[in-house]
């Protein structure tokens, strides 16, 4: 059993930045990839970007250039730091893990992120 807890949420104008952080707790030793998706309203949720535990990561072509992610592993912690953001990145942000060999989903609680002048 993994638990999550997200933080770093909130409401920034376009062209801001924040960084969202997930901590993980308990079977922590057996996660193999980290990483976040976005649910906006009246659209499927959708993986923003995940990072192996090698550390090779992913981008969707819209998070590439302006997103970048990162993990502690010695704190169970992934991060996500988010550049130049648009009024189109508004979302709930999830953070995911995978977990064991069976890849059993994780997911924290949802973190809300809204882009707006």
């Known amino acids: 059993q993994v638990h999550l807890v997200e933080s770093g949420g909130g409401l920034v104008q376009p062209g801001g930045s924040l960084r969202l952080s997930c901590a993980a707790f308990?079977?922590?030793?057996?996660?193999?990839?980290m990483g976040w998706y976005r649910q906006a309203p009246g659209k499927e949720r959708e993986l923003v970007a995940s990072?192996?535990?090698?550390?090779?990561?992913y981008y969707s072509d819209s998070a590439k250039g302006r997103f970048t992610i990162s993990r502690d592993n010695a704190k169970s912690t992934v991060y996500l730091q988010m550049n130049s953001l648009k009024p189109e990145d508004t979302a709930v942000y999830y953070c995911n893990v995978v977990w064991g060999a069976r890849r059993i989903d994780y997911w924290g609680q949802g973190t809300q992120v809204t882009v707006s002048s």
């Open positions: 308990g079977s922590i030793w057996n996660i193999n990839v």
């Open positions: 990072v192996t535990n090698g550390g090779d990561t």
